[in-house]
């Protein structure tokens, strides 16, 4: 008797089983096969259409403009801005610099147009910031650089409706 009982609770197990994993396949299947039929469905890399600053009176702001979530960014110090691909020095007055740096991100739409509005190459003169640059769009990667006089000390923080990325430099108060 307890043979008999062991075989149908494991046939029972594995009808279980076996109905679970059709019903997981049949309700995967119509979503991806409607994510391969309408480009609407795809995750969209989140475009880069616009950089803009501002001073207030104890930072500076950059403010980086998203159509889209906003992606992963890090922004990192570095000795020097080069231009993404060529490796060639971004003329940028300064002896600070910061790398902003949105992955995944485009400047471009998929058709390659253009979509990024803001400055390429921009002198600033703020308390801190003084310039910004646009030194890549290449593979997924759109990156800024931010020269300084003298060396930042930053936060970031996320904006929404509309999405945006921004980057807050200290300094004195100069109001």
């Known amino acids: 008797m307890r043979h008999l009982n062991r075989l149908r609770h494991r046939r029972t197990v594995a009808l279980a089983t076996g109905a679970l994993l059709t019903a997981g396949l049949a309700l995967a299947a119509p979503a991806s096969a409607a994510a391969s039929a309408a480009p609407s ?29 906003v992606p992963p960014v890090t922004v990192t110090p570095v000795p020097q801005l080069v231009y993404d691909g060529s490796g060639k020095p ?8 910061l790398e902003i740096r949105l992955h995944p991100a485009a400047g471009h739409d998929d058709a390659g147009q253009n979509v990024y509005q803001g400055p390429k190459l921009q ?22 650089g ?30």
Request: aromatic residues 12%.
């Open 41 to 69: 469905a795809r995750t969209l890399t989140p475009l880069v259409v616009n950089a803009r600053w501002g001073g207030h009176c104890t930072y500076d702001r950059i403010v980086i403009d998203l159509q889209g979530s």
């Open 123 to 144: 002198k600033i003169s703020l308390s801190k910031l003084k310039g910004l640059a646009l030194t890549g769009d290449y593979e997924g990667y759109v990156t800024f």
């Open 146 to 175: 931010a020269a300084f006089d003298t060396k930042p000390a930053f936060t970031t923080s996320v904006l929404h409706s509309p999405e945006r990325y921004v980057v807050d430099v200290a300094h004195p108060n100069t109001c």
């Open 90 to 97: 971004v003329p940028l007055a300064g002896k600070y610099f």
